[in-house]
T-cell receptor, first 113, second 111 residues
């Protein structure tokens, strides 16, 4: 089975811009979660989607949003980028719930200038 | 909310020495998972512990889940340079709707 894929792998944006990241889960996996990873804060949970519905949400501002399509692919959007949004954004898929084994993608490295 | 603390943050060892990382939760967990992230890579699942007092082994790695299901540990015997990376624990709450990662322990092995 192919693993979780994320596009793009690297992205450079400037403050105030918006960005959309994409994630394709492992075939058959219906739960997709997004995490932000920074050196100082570790792995922070953003949100989880299941069957096109946001099922769980972390403690991030409304500038961070996401969606899931009928084929389980997911997108994450960050509007009005800030310097502090520079991070590795990881997508993880699992079979059914957020507490199942998480299979992570390679991540998208976002740099905000 | 649920908090998962992991210590130490960093550990330097000489190749061949043992290594242990500890994970403590503020609440009782349904289960705990361990992940390894190599430098420049992404977290990769290692193991899941579910039962109180459970101990599982994977070659030189020994994982334990505390009796109260609030703490866990990962012990590596005779470290090798291939063990380098950051080890994360992740605890699931009893409601099954939250997975909280610890801050990770970065292991560096000197050959």
């Amino acid at each position: 089975k192919a693993g979780v894929t994320q596009t793009p792998r690297y992205l450079i944006k400037t403050r105030g811009q918006q960005v959309t990241l994409s994630c394709s889960p492992i075939s058959g996996h219906r739960s997709v979660s997004w995490y932000q990873q920074t050196p100082g804060q570790g792995l922070q949970f953003l949100f989880e989607y299941f069957s096109e519905t946001q099922r769980n949400k972390g403690n991030f501002p409304g500038r961070f949003s996401g969606r899931q399509f009928s084929n389980s692919r997911s997108e994450m959007n960050v509007s009005t980028l800030e310097l502090g949004d520079s991070a590795l954004y990881l997508c993880a898929s699992s079979i059914g719930t957020i507490t199942d084994t998480q299979y992570f993608g390679p991540g998208t490295r976002l740099t905000v200038l | 909310g649920q908090q998962v603390m992991q210590i130490p943050q960093y550990q330097h060892v000489q190749e061949g020495e043992d290594f242990t990382t500890y994970c403590n939760s503020s609440t009782t967990l349904s289960n705990i998972q361990w992940y390894k992230q190599r430098p420049g890579g992404h977290p990769v699942f290692l193991i899941q512990l579910v039962k109180s007092g459970e101990v599982k082994k994977q070659k030189r790695l020994t994982f334990q889940f505390g009796e109260a299901k609030k703490n866990s540990s990962l012990h590596i015997t005779a470290t090798q340079t291939t063990d380098v990376g950051t080890y994360f624990c992740a605890g699931s709450n009893n409601a099954g709707n939250m997975l909280t990662f610890g801050g990770g322990t970065r292991l560096m092995v000197k050959p």
